[in-house]
């Protein structure tokens, strides 16, 4: 039997079985809750991996000044802020941090790419808003809020993850958390390992959730079908069973930033989301609000 070399535990606490899924990565699927997550070979390919995902997007100079509002900023962006301590973590440039501000909260960032957050301290003024240095988000502890979009899904744990966020949280205070899940078919070239660890399904993120001293007060589903059809194209230009990422991809769909292009794309995104929700398929993304139980 196939024996994964850090763990075989599912977000929600159950025992996977390790399949190969390609040369250097097992596949573990949760037989309870459907999330899915791999795993290297072997510890010395990790650390390898870890270097080689160094040279991935997030330190591209154009990358850094696209404030990427994405689908879970615009759905976390439609709650009430005001007056609220909130930190991002993972917060990148701190785009929507400065998002966050501009709604009145007390709005903080974390991240550990130091290039992004001096290019967002410069940018957008955020300066001691934004800290690479985790003892200083601990000092400014607790907050009302603490936001994960898209963090979780590169983890190697998660749920250790979840508990040292939820140390930051006030009681009775919440915890937004987005990521990809399973149902998606046509993965991004970036949904592989080692940049995405984790395809979580709602139920587990429930359980974790609810195992970890939280109610899940909301669960949004992303539909998205531009991003599946730009994906679905993606797969098939550069070879559909291409399994692991590393950057070398010979075709990139376009970002679509700004402008009528951009008018227009968010238009075929609103009539693709009815038509898949009329349809009932359920692509690509998920975010959950949960409360912090009383203790
Ligand atoms: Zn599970």
Redesign the pocket.
């Known amino acids: 039997m196939l024996q994964p070399t850090r763990s075989s535990e599912?977000?929600?606490g159950?025992n996977c079985d390790a399949k190969p899924f390609s040369q250097n990565f097992l596949v573990l699927k949760?037989a309870?809750?459907?999330?899915e997550h791999f795993e290297p070979v072997s510890m010395a390919s990790k650390v390898e991996f870890a270097y080689e995902a160094e040279n991935d997007k997030y330190g591209d100079e154009r990358y850094l000044d696209g404030d990427e509002l994405r689908w879970a900023h615009h759905r976390i962006g439609e709650m009430s802020w005001k007056f609220k301590r909130v930190l991002e973590i993972g917060c990148f440039t701190g785009f929507f941090v400065k998002r966050l501000v501009e709604m009145g909260a007390d709005a903080y960032g974390f991240d550990k790419n130091l290039k992004a957050v001096d290019f967002g301290r410069k940018k957008f003024g955020l300066n001691e808003r934004l800290s690479i240095r985790q003892a200083e988000i601990h000092d400014n502890a607790p907050y009302d809020a603490v936001v994960l979009v898209d963090v979780l899904e590169h983890m190697d744990d998660p749920v250790m993850f979840l508990r040292e966020s939820t140390r930051l949280i006030e009681s009775g205070g919440q915890i937004v958390i987005s990521g990809p899940t399973v149902e998606r078919r046509f993965f991004d070239k970036s949904d592989f390992p080692p940049h995405h660890i984790w395809r979580f399904s709602r139920d587990?993120m429930k359980?974790m959730l609810e195992n970890n001293g939280f109610t899940v007060e909301k669960v949004v589903v992303e539909r998205d079908g531009m991003l599946f059809l730009r994906n679905l194209l993606g797969r098939i230009l550069n070879g559909y069973w291409k399994k692991e990422f590393y950057g070398d991809v010979k075709f990139s769909a376009p970002e679509i930033r700004g402008g009528v292009a951009s008018l227009l794309y968010s238009y075929g995104q609103a009539a693709s989301d009815a038509l898949m929700k009329f349809l009932g398929l359920s692509y690509c993304s998920t975010l959950v609000v949960a409360r912090k139980n009383n203790s």
């Open positions: 599912c977000i929600c159950n949760c309870k809750c459907g999330t587990g359980t």
